[in-house]
């Protein structure tokens, strides 16, 4: 479960991202030279998110690429039902907590039995800082 609270909280900070660029591309499209690797996109760079994991997990070279690939397909989907205006916030929000849910799924599916514990921790410290208003700190 708190492999999944992690991911979950990796996940709304992934979409809170993409949700802020939304919001205000006219604003960044002038400033892009302050915000290096995310000029354009607004998002999370996925490169040094594999980096933070691999260091906090240990993650092989091979678990690597799996997470890049997961968490590249993750943010295809959270910008496409970003920019998907048809749909309730309702929705999205349902929508979102199924496309968490497969990252969780897919995450856990490529970790050792001595990298879950890590990564539970990672969870519920992700919770933690979500639980006391984390998300605001992204605005």
């Known amino acids: 479960m708190k492999l999944m609270r992690l991911m979950t909280l990796l996940a709304a900070g992934l ?7 939304q919001q205000t591309p006219p604003a960044k499209e ?7 690797g995310h000029m354009g996109s607004g998002m999370v760079n996925i490169d040094d998110h594999v980096k933070q994991l691999a260091a906090k997990l240990d ?3 091979d678990q690597q690429t799996k ?18 205006t048809s ?12 496309i968490h849910d497969s990252v969780h799924t897919k ?8 990298q879950k514990p ?5 969870v519920k ?3 933690q800082m979500h639980s006391h208003g984390g998300d605001k700190a992204h605005q």
């Open 125 to 127: 410290d992700m919770d």
């Open 59 to 61: 993650l092989t070279a």
């Open 67 to 84: 997470v890049k690939a997961i968490l590249q397909d993750h943010q295809q989907q959270v910008e496409a039902l970003t920019k998907d």
């Open 87 to 98: 749909i309730s916030k309702e929705d999205k929000h349902a929508k979102m907590k199924s």
């Open 15 to 21: 979409l809170a991202m993409a949700a802020l660029a």
């Open 118 to 122: 890590k990564f539970d921790a990672m």
């Open 30 to 36: 002038s400033g892009d030279h302050k915000h290096g």
């Open 107 to 114: 995450v856990r599916d490529i970790l050792t039995d001595d």
